[in-house]
């Protein structure tokens, strides 16, 4: 639970420190050059240590799934707000919780409950009053988030090769899914700023490399489920980072969806 966790931390601080940059790059610029620029800074591991061709079929899903969660995460919040970006892809737990009971998985009622309270605490922390905002397309690239981030989660779970290698073939997948766009946008790439460059290193090391890593860490043994609700703590990160770096203080709600965030992962423990 603990690498989950600081994997949460983490894209959380990436979140503060770097969101006003992201919003400066279009998806379809930002989401090549992370797949990319992540694949040859863990391309060396790759060679070094093949993964096993048992579990070859496996990766390819989690490759696929990790790209489906990038892409549709940055067009929902495109075509939406971050805040409702953020929710709808959190909805991965819940996603999860009902495929478990519609298998016929007895979870106890604790267990439940804290899904139950996160998602709610998470709505009052990252939504608020204002509720949720965008169309029916923004909507619908958000619930494609979540299920593709679930499916990360399961298809991960259980792995024996390791995560640097796991989220460098994940990111060779994306990357070759996504060069065509970025062949076609090659003009905006070379016009990006420093500080947008910037924030392109920040989000490809301690923005996707290293948390990413230590989420597959985790989800090895820590069911998917439960590891993506563990992960709900990013935006609670967000939230307090965002205090001292950037100046915005928690609303009252924010703070009690937040303690609801805790307390549901607490109610998660094994």
Not at 134 to 141: D, I, S, V
Not at 209 to 220: A, C, E
Request: positive net charge; glycine residues 12%; hydrophobic residues 55%.
């Amino acid at each position: 639970m603990i690498p989950v966790a600081l994997a949460a931390l983490l894209w959380g601080l990436g979140g503060a420190l770097a969101g006003r940059f992201m919003r400066e790059i279009p998806p379809e610029v930002l989401i090549p050059l992370r797949f990319l620029l992540g694949f040859l800074l863990l391309l060396p591991l790759v060679l070094a240590r093949p993964p096993h061709p048992a579990e070859g079929r496996r990766l390819l899903g989690v490759g696929l799934a990790l790209s489906g969660a990038q892409a549709f995460y940055y067009l929902a919040i495109h075509a939406t707000t971050v805040a409702t970006g953020i929710f709808l892809q959190y909805l991965a737990p819940a996603l999860l919780t009902l495929h478990a009971l519609l298998r016929g998985e007895k979870l106890p009622g604790r267990a439940l409950l804290g899904v139950g309270l996160a998602l709610l605490g998470a709505y009052l922390l990252v939504v608020g009053p204002g509720g949720l905002q965008g169309g029916p397309l923004g909507l619908a690239f958000g619930l494609l988030s979540a299920l593709s981030f679930a499916l990360y989660a399961a298809f991960a779970h259980g792995l024996k090769t390791p995560p640097l290698v796991t989220l460098g073939v994940a990111t060779g997948v994306g990357a070759l899914l996504s060069l065509p766009f970025l062949l076609l946008h090659l003009g905006e790439v070379r016009a990006l700023a420093p500080a947008q460059w910037g924030a392109v290193a920040y989000l490809v090391t301690l923005g996707t490399v290293v948390p990413f890593s230590l989420f597959l860490l985790g989800v090895r043994t820590l069911p998917a489920r439960t590891a993506t609700l563990v992960a709900m703590l990013e935006p609670l990160s967000g939230a307090l980072f965002a205090w001292p770096l950037a100046g915005e203080p928690l609303r009252p709600e924010a703070f009690l969806g937040g303690l609801m965030i805790l307390l549901g992962v607490a109610l998660n423990r094994r």
